[in-house]
């Protein structure tokens, strides 16, 4: 069974910057292709960005492509996604995700947390 627990949720401007942290524990992370999502109220969950299980191959969604980053670190079993440039449309629940397919589809969810941009 896999945990996930994501971070660094908040409110800031428009402009500002944020950086999304995600714990794993209980599996192996470093096998997994790890992503993001995100989830604005009334729309459906949508692809952020997603890294290969070495980290050496990342992909975004054009929306967030040049302002937002996806990192993991394998030896402290940790994902992040550094935000910059962010923009009120950015403002949605961010969910961790542990074996992300290229359909978009994932096999474990984090609880999900907050970010909010506001004008």
């Known amino acids: 069974q896999v945990q996930l627990v994501e971070s660094g949720g908040g409110l800031v401007q428009a402009g500002g910057s944020l950086r999304l942290s995600c714990a794993a524990s209980g599996r192996t992370f470093s096998r997994y292709t790890m992503g993001w999502f995100r989830q604005a109220p009334g729309k459906e969950r949508e692809f952020v960005a997603a890294?290969?299980?070495?980290?050496?191959?990342?992909l975004y969604a054009d929306s967030v492509k040049g302002r937002f980053t996806i990192s993991r670190d394998n030896t402290k079993n940790m994902l992040y996604l550094q935000m910059n440039s962010l923009k009120p449309e950015d403002t949605a629940v961010y969910y961790c995700?542990?074996?992300?397919?290229?359909?978009?589809?994932?096999?474990?969810w984090g609880q999900g947390t907050q970010v909010t941009i506001s004008s």
């Open positions: 995700a542990l074996d992300v397919t290229v359909a978009g589809t994932a096999g474990s």
């Open positions: 890294i290969s299980w070495s980290g050496d191959s990342t």
